[in-house]
């Protein structure tokens, strides 16, 4: 179950970075995307710290919870800037989903 998840959020976050690599190299970038984007990052150190350090699966899932509101925001504004972006952020999605489920379903 564990390297399924893995290679699940390796192929989705390739293509959801391809995406943001794309957009950065064509110089479509904007305050709101940066916003989400480091926003992201803050969330998804704290739940890899809640869920694989102090193992406390409420605080985990509850950010887990951010996370996906904060994945669905990121991607409209890529839908905004384009909607190839869109459709490589769609992978992402389904990730979060995988995970959320994950994390119910374990507590």
């Not at 390739?14 to 957009?23: G, T």
């Not at 992978?91 to 507590?107: A, E, G, Q, T």
Request: glycine share 0%; net charge positive.
């Amino acid at each position: 179950m564990t390297t399924i998840t893995i290679i699940l959020f390796i192929i989705s976050f390739a293509l959801l970075n391809f995406s943001l690599i794309s957009i950065f190299y064509h110089n479509k970038f904007t305050n709101d995307t940066t916003y989400f984007i480091l926003s992201n990052s803050i969330i998804l150190v704290s739940i890899l710290l809640f869920y694989h350090y102090f193992n406390d699966y409420y605080l985990s899932l509850i950010f887990s919870v951010f996370y996906f509101i904060n994945n669905i925001c990121l991607a409209i504004e890529l839908k905004k800037v384009s909607i190839k972006y869109f459709f490589f952020s769609i992978p992402y999605l389904l990730f979060n989903i995988y995970f959320l489920s994950l994390l119910i379903f374990k507590l």
